[in-house]
C-alpha cells in the first residue's frame, strides 16, 4: 500500500533564502500559485483539497467570487486602501454592516477597536485595556491556551515551544486547569473560585480572565456551555473583565458566529482577527463593552490599522450571516465530518483515537501522538492538505472552509480514510 508520489517543485529558494523561522512549508513540501475555494494547485499543476483554510483565516474559501467581485471595483474606483485610522467610506461600510448583522440582533452595544493586522494584536489591546481600566496587572489564562506569538500574548500561551523563543522572562499571568485538563469529574470553574476568594491562595485578583470556548491550537479541547457560564458569573461577581479569544473559532467555525453564542454570554472584550477580514487580508479587531472604552486618543495605535481592502471584503463576508442559511450550511457539512470520523474511528480502534472539535473544526486525538503527523503526511501525499494540533501535536484537525462543497468536502474525507488507512497498514507490519 504506497502513497501517491507526486512530482514536486523545487523548494531551494526558499531553503536558501527564508529564515529558518519557516515552518508550514516544511510540511507542505510544494510551491502553491493557484487556489479556489476549497482546492490548491501547485506550480507542477498538482490538485489538493484544503482541509487547513489558511489556519481559520479562510473561511469563506480561496478566491471567493462574491467578495472578490467587491475588492475589484473598490480597486478600480480607486478606493483608498491604506488610511491608520482616518475614516474612510470602506470603514463606515464594515462598522454599519457589523452593527446592523452581528451585534444589533444579540442586543449588544461593543465598541469596535481596529488595533493592528493581526490576532495578537487583538490580545495585546485587549490585555491593556484591561489593565487600564481595573488597575490590576494579573491576567488569568489557561493550560493549552494559545494566544498569539508577542511577548503580551505568550505570557498568556501555554505551549512550552513557543513560550522558550520569548527569550525573555514571561509575566503578570496565572495559568489556571481548563475545563475538562482534570477530567470530567472535576469543576475547574470552581476551583478558581475556591483560590480567589481565599486569601492565603496566593493567587491575586487579576485584571481579565482570557480564554477560548473552544482551542485550537492548544488540540481541539472544548470547554462546556456550563463552565463558560460560570466564568462569566465569576468574573462578574469579583469584577474580573472576561476576554475571550475567537480569532480561530469566530466567524463561523463551530457553526455560529462567535463560537461562545450557545452558551448565551456577553464577554466584555472579544478579539477577532483571521476570518474577519474575509479574503484572507490581514485584519484584527477588539470588541469592547462601552464601559470599558477608557483609551486617551491615540493611546494605542499601528500603521496598519486602516486596512481599507480589509474592510470591503469584511464588509462582504457579513453578508452570509444576514439569515440562518449559511449556519444551516456548516451544521450540514459539519454532521459529515463527525460521521466520517467516527467510522474511521470505529474502523481503526487500535489507534486508541478520541473525537475532538465542533462544527468544521474537528479531529482526532491519537494515544501515540507520532502517528498525527505520520496520517498528515500520508494525506499531503495523497492530495489533502491538513496540520496537526496540541501540545505534542498528537491531534489531527479538519478546518476547511466553510463553503467546501458537499461533493469536495466528502472527497477530502475519502482522502483522509485512505490516510489512515495507509497508517494502520504500514503499523501493522512492524
Not at 517543485?9 to 479556489?36: G, I, Q
Not at 463561523?252 to 474575509?278: M, N, Q, V, Y
Request: glycine content about 10%; overall charge negative.
Amino acid at each position: 500500500m504506497d502513497t501517491q508520489v507526486l512530482e514536486m517543485p523545487n523548494l531551494a529558494v526558499f531553503d536558501e533564502l527564508e529564515s529558518e523561522v519557516r515552518s508550514y512549508c516544511r510540511n507542505f513540501t510544494t510551491v502553491f500559485h493557484k487556489a479556489k475555494n476549497a482546492k490548491l494547485w501547485d506550480t507542477c499543476n498538482n490538485e489538493y483539497i484544503d482541509f487547513f483554510a489558511g489556519a481559520g483565516a479562510l473561511n469563506y474559501g480561496h478566491n471567493n467570487e462574491r467578495i472578490r467581485a467587491k475588492l475589484v471595483d473598490y480597486l478600480l474606483q480607486d478606493g483608498i486602501t491604506h488610511s491608520l485610522d482616518m475614516a474612510t467610506g470602506a470603514k463606515e461600510a464594515f462598522l454599519e454592516r457589523f452593527q446592523e448583522v452581528i451585534l444589533k440582533p444579540r442586543g449588544w452595544n461593543h465598541k469596535v477597536m481596529f488595533p493592528g493586522p493581526t490576532g495578537t494584536n487583538a490580545v495585546e489591546s485587549a490585555m491593556k485595556i484591561a489593565r487600564k481600566v481595573t488597575g490590576r496587572t494579573t491576567i488569568m489564562c489557561f493550560t493549552n491556551a494559545f494566544h498569539g506569538m508577542t511577548l503580551g500574548s505568550l505570557a498568556v500561551t501555554g505551549n512550552s515551544f513557543k513560550r522558550e523563543g520569548a527569550g525573555v522572562e514571561l509575566s503578570q499571568s496565572v495559568f489556571m486547569p481548563y475545563d475538562g485538563y482534570f477530567g470530567e469529574d472535576v469543576d475547574t470553574a470552581a476551583y478558581i473560585e475556591k483560590l480567589l476568594g481565599d486569601p492565603g491562595s496566593g493567587v491575586p485578583l487579576p485584571a481579565a480572565i482570557i480564554l477560548e470556548s473552544l482551542q485550537g491550537e492548544g488540540g481541539l479541547n472544548e470547554a462546556s456551555k456550563g463552565w463558560l457560564q460560570r466564568i462569566e458569573r465569576l468574573c462578574k461577581s469579583r469584577g474580573i473583565l472576561l476576554i475571550l479569544d475567537d480569532i480561530q473559532m469566530g466567524c463561523g467555525r463551530t457553526g455560529s458566529f462567535f463560537s461562545f453564542d450557545h452558551a448565551g454570554i456577553e464577554p466584555d472584550i472579544i478579539c477577532l482577527s483571521k476570518s474577519i477580514g474575509g479574503y484572507g487580508l490581514p485584519m484584527a479587531i477588539t470588541l469592547l463593552k462601552p464601559e470599558i472604552d477608557a483609551w486617551k486618543p491615540g493611546e494605542h495605535n499601528g500603521t496598519f490599522r486602516g486596512n481599507n481592502l480589509g474592510f470591503v471584503a469584511a464588509a462582504e463576508a457579513l453578508s452570509y450571516w444576514k439569515d440562518a442559511s449559511f449556519e444551516m450550511d456548516i451544521l450540514q457539512r459539519a454532521r459529515l465530518i463527525r460521521d466520517a470520523l467516527e467510522g474511521m474511528l470505529a474502523k481503526h480502534p487500535q489507534f486508541n483515537g478520541e473525537l475532538r472539535g465542533r462544527g468544521m473544526i474537528q479531529g482526532i486525538a491519537f494515544a501515540d501522538p507520532a502517528m498525527a503527523e505520520e496520517l498528515c503526511s500520508h494525506a499531503f501525499q495523497l492530495g489533502l492538505v491538513m496540520e496537526t494540533s496540541g501540545p505534542r501535536s498528537e491531534v489531527v484537525k479538519l478546518m476547511p472552509p466553510l463553503t467546501i462543497e458537499l461533493e469536495v468536502l466528502k472527497q477530502g474525507l475519502q482522502m483522509m480514510e485512505r490516510s489512515m488507512e495507509l497508517l494502520a497498514h504500514n503499523h501493522s507490519t512492524k
